[in-house]
Every structure is written in structure tokens, then in C-alpha cells.
């Protein structure tokens, strides 16, 4: 079945500096999408990305779906403490389902 | 996106009991699904909750263990039977939007700690 690998698992980060996490597919995505869990809270929905090659930003954040549709990642700039939490990649297949990554917890010091 | 609604949003169980989790949605969805959440870990489909007909399950979950209802298409129930601590995880009732119906969208999810 359809496996999504995401790296690194922790990023300790200095308050300021820029961090990036990865995703991979074992297959072909139809789309991918990003959440953000915080502390103690559920996954928010941050974004989709649909089209082969496609970069899409929310402020600081950048985020980049791969030519072949099988890895994507999220950037992050200027990390600030808000950005704490742990962010999960996942990737859609033709029939709805979605493959969490093991996610990329964020922690930073000021 | 939809307005999702849970409850319980926590409890804690006795081991050997069974509990129910009630998932409201502010709107008609097509897509209702079930997730877990178990401690530091991430998020594994349980379920495809069908309206007006038996949910489709996930390889290593099965209907005794965790039925599901979905009369309608606004409401879902995820029942956890006979719970042992191994199923003390974060249950999260999801629904589908968008034009492909795979943007999902979580509620806040039921805390479970069993003991």
C-alpha cells in the first residue's frame, strides 16, 4: 500500500532560522496536504497541493509538490515560537484515502 | 470548511467497557471518516464511515472491535468495545471537501485514556 516517509522527525530550531521537512511517496500522489498539530490540540488543515511542481506560500511558510508527484516539503523561515507543533504531510491517492507521514515536531528556542 | 463537533472530548475508561463517540457535522459531507491518534504517534485511518450502509474498514480494524454508524449525512458514531489500555488514543472524526472530496478536515478529536 501506499507509504509517505517524512523527515526529520524532530527539528530543534533557534528562533530566527529556517527549517524545512520532507515528505516522500512510495507511489504517485493525486495531491498532498499539510497539517499542523499543536501541543495538546488536533490536526489544522494548512494547505493542498494538487499540481505537478507546484510551490504555493502562506507567509513564512513555503510549500513545494515534486515534478513526479511522489515528495513535497514544507519551508519555514524566520521560525518564531508560534511555529512549535508538529507538522504532518499527507498524501492523497485516487480513492480519498489519506497516508499520514510520522510527522516533523518543531521546537524552538528563543 | 465544515463545523466538526465531538463528544466525549475526553474520558477515561475502565478496561472491559465500551464507549461511543458522537461526531456532528455543521453540513451534508459525502466523506466521513474516522481516524487514531495514539500517544506521540501519527494519524492512522480506522474507517470510511458510510451513510446508510456498513463501514469500509482498514487493514487491522474490524467492526467488532470498533462499529460505526452513520445514519445520515451529518452525523457519525465510532464505538470503542471492550477497551483495553492499548486503546488509549485520540479518535478523530474527519470530513472530506473540496472537488475530489479528499481535503479533509478534523474535529477536535476524544481524548481516551484507558485504565
Known amino acids: 500500500g501506499q507509504q509517505v516517509m517524512q523527515i526529520p522527525q524532530y527539528q530543534h530550531v533557534q528562533e530566527g532560522e529556517d527549517f524545512t521537512t520532507y515528505c516522500n511517496s512510495s507511489t504517485t500522489l493525486s495531491n498532498i496536504q499539510w497539517y499542523k498539530q499543536r501541543p495538546g490540540g488536533h490536526p489544522v488543515f494548512l494547505i493542498q497541493l494538487v499540481k505537478s511542481g507546484e510551490v504555493k506560500k502562506q507567509k513564512r511558510l513555503t510549500f513545494q509538490f515534486g515534478e513526479a508527484k511522489k515528495n513535497s516539503s514544507l519551508h519555514i523561515t524566520a521560525t518564531q515560537t508560534t511555529d512549535v507543533g508538529t507538522y504532518f504531510c499527507?498524501?492523497?491517492?485516487?480513492?480519498?484515502?489519506?497516508?499520514f507521514g510520522a510527522g516533523t515536531t518543531v521546537t524552538v528556542r528563543a | 470548511s465544515a463545523v466538526i463537533s465531538q463528544k466525549p472530548s475526553r474520558d477515561i475508561c475502565q478496561r472491559g467497557t465500551s464507549l461511543t463517540i458522537q461526531c456532528q457535522v455543521d453540513?451534508?459531507?459525502?466523506?466521513m471518516f474516522w481516524y487514531r491518534q495514539q500517544p506521540g504517534q501519527s494519524l492512522t485511518l480506522i474507517a470510511t464511515a458510510n451513510q446508510g450502509s456498513e463501514a469500509t474498514y482498514e487493514s487491522g480494524f474490524v467492526i467488532d472491535k470498533f462499529p460505526i454508524s452513520r445514519p445520515n449525512l451529518t452525523f457519525s458514531t465510532l464505538t470503542v468495545s471492550n477497551m483495553s489500555p492499548e486503546d488509549s488514543s485520540i479518535y478523530l472524526c474527519s470530513v472530506g471537501t473540496g472537488s475530489s472530496g479528499n481535503t479533509i478536515y478534523f474535529g477536535e478529536g476524544s481524548w481516551l485514556t484507558v485504565v
Open positions: 499527507a498524501g492523497a491517492s485516487n480513492d480519498y484515502k489519506l497516508s
Open positions: 453540513s451534508q459531507v459525502t466523506m
